[in-house]
């Protein structure tokens, strides 16, 4: 069974910075590409950030660019979203996701790419 659980959310002050992380378990890591998610109230969900299996490709979406930095250990079987100059925008709850196994033409942006999801975790942003 396939788990991810997102952990570090929690209130900050605008500028401040959290880190976030993705444990996973039930599936071999290192053959995901994985990624962050956040959902705003009234918001649809959106691709924040992915890392390729090997961590070799990154993806950040234009909101979070120079700000945001994804990264995974591999041997911990855990990604993490490093956030810094954090926004009152940025509020919402973070979720992380894996694909399948090993995918071909993966598109980081899409929810329907990615078979496995976390619970989320709130990161509130306070101006």
């Known amino acids: 069974q396939v788990q991810l659980a997102e952990s570090g959310g929690g209130l900050v002050q605008a500028g401040g910075s959290l880190r976030l992380s993705c444990a996973a378990s039930g599936l071999t890591f290192s053959r995901h590409d994985m990624g962050w998610f956040r959902q705003a109230p009234g918001k649809e969900r959106e691709a924040v950030a992915a890392?390729?299996?090997?961590?070799?490709?990154?993806y950040y979406a234009d909101s979070v660019k120079g700000r945001f930095t994804i990264s995974r250990d591999n041997a911990k079987n855990t990604m993490y979203l490093q956030m810094n100059s954090l926004k009152p925008e940025d509020t919402a709850v973070y979720s992380c996701?894996?694909?399948?196994?090993?995918?071909?033409?993966?598109?980081?942006?899409?929810?329907?790419?990615?078979?496995?999801w976390g619970q989320g975790t709130q990161v509130t942003v306070s101006s």
């Open positions: 890392i390729s299996w090997i961590g070799a490709t990154t």
């Open positions: 996701a894996a694909t399948s196994e090993r995918p071909t033409g993966w598109n980081p942006r899409l929810t329907g790419g990615y078979s496995y």
